[in-house]
């Protein structure tokens, strides 16, 4: 079992920038790859970046490409985001998410954080 937790979600004018952080519990980081998903308001939850479970290896969504960027400190059993560049349309619920396979998809998704609000004004 792994029990993820988001933090660093909060309100941040467009243009900005904003790190979230997923700390994991257990024993076995490692053995997943980290991705983060986000769900707007009235929309579907979408992927947004993953990274591999070494860290050699990132994904991204077009919308966010060279704006966001994921890494991971595994001794910390820590992924982060930083959000770059922050557009009005990046608002949502931010989730934190793990996979022991390699598939960044939601269905594939083993684990699952509660999310955090991220909000960009205009």
């Known amino acids: 079992q792994v029990q993820l937790v988001e933090s660093g979600g909060g309100l941040v004018q467009a243009g900005g920038s904003l790190s979230l952080s997923c700390a994991a519990s257990g024993r076995t980081f490692s053995s997943y790859a980290m991705g983060w998903f986000r769900q707007a308001p009235g929309k579907e939850r979408e992927f947004v970046i993953g990274?591999?479970?070494?860290?050699?290896?990132?994904y991204y969504a077009g919308s966010v490409e060279s704006r966001f960027t994921i890494s991971r400190d595994n001794n910390k059993n820590t992924v982060y985001l930083q959000m770059n560049s922050l557009k009005p349309e990046d608002t949502a619920v931010y989730y934190c998410?793990?996979?022991?396979?390699?598939?960044?998809?939601?269905?594939?998704?083993?684990?699952w954080g509660k999310g955090t609000l991220v909000t960009v004004s205009s």
């Open positions: 998410a793990a996979t022991l396979g390699t598939v960044f998809a939601g269905p594939r998704m083993n684990y």
């Open positions: 990274i591999s479970k070494s860290g050699t290896s990132t």
